[in-house]
T-cell receptor
């Protein structure tokens, strides 16, 4: 079955550590996105990529980095510069034009700073 | 004006009730809209797409009012399993194949 897979489901980070969240899709979607959701809050866009080897900052990119070396993969690194990383991270993908089809989401990674 | 705004709720309704949520958007050029459902601690899932004046799928009806720039979601005969947060989603006004999510309206259906 086609889908979008995020791993790990739960991740614990120590202060000062960089961690990488995985996002893989086999839907042949061109566009991929990373969102952050805090408790009781809406989704905030971190980074997005329309095609391989290209990506743009979203609304809250500081302290995060991404790469898009393959169409199927869009990993997110949470760096030590991100001062409040505890949140629910959601990866999404879409076929273009996105406006007609919406997003498919992965099941998310819950990151906690310990 | 925010790109998309929703009443956060919560809406507490008994089983069998009819409930409606509204969502306003600022980009008058938007052509398509979406309603997503998000269960607690889960990912959002696409509930309905709205391209013209509206869409109906069983107990769920989405309506679009372009003149007033709002979208509504109507749920008839509410079930306990409808309890979730409903997200209104509109295209980003700057293009780039990007969607803007509302903060969501929480629905709690009780026996």
């Amino acid at each position: 079955d086609g889908g979008i897979t995020q791993s790990p489901k739960y991740l614990f980070r120590k202060e000062g550590q960089n961690v990488t969240l995985s996002c893989e899709q086999n839907l042949n979607h061109d566009a991929m996105y990373w969102y952050r959701q805090d408790p009781g809050q809406g989704l905030r866009l971190i980074y997005y990529s329309q095609i391989v080897n290209d990506f743009q900052k979203g609304d809250i990119a500081e302290g995060y980095s991404v790469s898009r070396e393959k169409k199927e993969s869009f990993p997110l690194t949470v760096t030590s510069a991100q001062k409040n990383p505890t949140a629910f991270y959601l990866c999404a993908s879409s076929i273009r034009p996105t406006n007609n089809y919406g997003y498919t989401f992965g099941s998310g990674t819950r990151l906690t700073v310990v | 004006r925010k790109e998309v705004e929703q009443d956060p709720g919560p809406f507490n309704v008994p089983e069998g009730a009819t409930v409606a949520f509204n969502c306003t958007y600022s980009n008058s050029a938007s052509q398509s809209f979406f309603w997503y459902r998000q269960d607690c601690r889960k990912e959002p899932k696409l509930l309905m797409s709205v391209y013209s004046s509206g869409n109906e799928d069983g107990r769920f009806t989405a309506q679009l009012n372009r003149a007033s720039q709002y979208i509504s979601l109507l749920i008839r005969d509410s079930k306990l399993s409808d309890s979730a947060t409903y997200l209104c989603v509109v295209p980003f006004s700057g293009g780039y194949n990007k969607l803007i999510f509302g903060a969501g309206t929480r629905l709690a259906v009780h026996p």
